[in-house]
């Protein structure tokens, strides 16, 4: 038997003829499948709330404060101001620690000591704990030790907590796309390993770090169960003064009216989704528009 022969003889069965092995087209099928599933399921899901919402997608929705006994004229004022409170302030605790621990694991640390081992595998661990475990040291640390309360510092700090780690893993893996070429030419032109990390690795890592960011402040919005159980109140007819106010969220005040039986509610219910995912879709918007306009070919 020649080469050519056992080759042919030894290669998987195509039955179609695409020169695809047929587990290769079979898989890719697969994939494509669950795809279509996931994409149809959201797509029904999104049409389903913006009609059953769509007669309540009008000004009164961001201009009212929120109202029992007048549904037809109830608004969401107070849980959104209470989200671009609450938001605000977990960016400002986040993003700074975050980004500087990353810098430091990539860029200053000692490869392959014990000490960032511990942390890298910690900082693994806590990005797949479930929301409600931040929600509860949240409350034992936050809300009672410090004495805090139910505040927007509160939630803020809690929610800080719960979106760190993303915020690290994500501008390590920026950090890294960066060359090394660029680090080793600017070491060699005389730079110190702090000018080099701050005037050209993090700068050449921005849109990586955007995006990762923005994906993380997006979750951020989103929470409701660390919320919660913080003890944040469910019904708010006034906008947060400072941080240490009461305050409301979107999910909050969605999960309010959703247990609520009136058909009014639920048709306020849903069009605040409507609001929340609008919101969700400016910030992706914003981390692409930035990772746009500041993205470098290597």
């Known amino acids: 038997m020649t080469a050519q022969s056992l080759v042919v003889a030894t290669a998987p069965l195509d039955l179609a003829g695409s020169g695809q092995p047929l587990k290769d087209r079979a898989f890719r099928w697969m994939l494509f499948a669950a795809l279509t599933v996931g994409v149809v399921t959201l797509a ?74 511990l942390v890298e595998i910690n900082i693994q661990n806590l990005a797949a704990v479930p929301s409600i475990v931040y929600g509860i040291l949240g409350l034992a640390v936050f ?23 993303i915020i690290i893993i994500s501008t390590r893996e ?38 990762g960011v923005i994906l993380s402040l997006s979750r951020a919005v989103g929470e409701a169960a660390p919320l919660l159980l913080l003890g944040a109140v469910t019904f708010i007819t006034f906008n947060p003064t400072g941080p240490l106010s009461g305050y409301t969220t979107l999910p909050i005040q969605i999960f309010n009216w959703t247990k609520d039986s009136r058909e009014e509610f639920q048709i306020l219910a849903s069009a605040t989704i409507v609001l929340l995912l609008v919101l969700l879709l400016v910030m992706n918007f914003v981390a692409i528009w930035i990772r746009n306009r500041t993205q470098k070919r290597w």
């Open 44 to 117: 029904v899901l999104i049409a389903y709330v913006t009609i059953k919402g769509w007669p309540r997608l009008n000004s009164t929705l961001w201009t009212n404060m929120p109202s029992i006994r007048r549904p037809e004229r109830a608004g969401a004022q107070s849980a959104i101001t209470g989200t671009l409170w609450v938001i605000s302030f977990t960016a400002i605790f986040a993003l700074p620690t975050g980004i500087l621990a990353a810098l430091y694991l990539e860029e200053f640390a000692r490869p392959n000591s014990r000490f960032q081992r």
């Open 143 to 165: 809300a009672r030790a410090l004495a805090l309360g139910q505040s927007v510092i509160t939630a803020a700090l809690t929610l800080s907590l719960l979106i760190l780690p």
């Open 174 to 211: 920026a950090l890294r796309a960066v060359p090394r070429n660029i680090r080793d030419g600017s070491l060699a032109l005389g730079a110190t390993e702090w000018q080099t990390a701050s005037r050209q690795t993090l700068p050449a890592a921005i849109p990586g770090i955007a995006t």
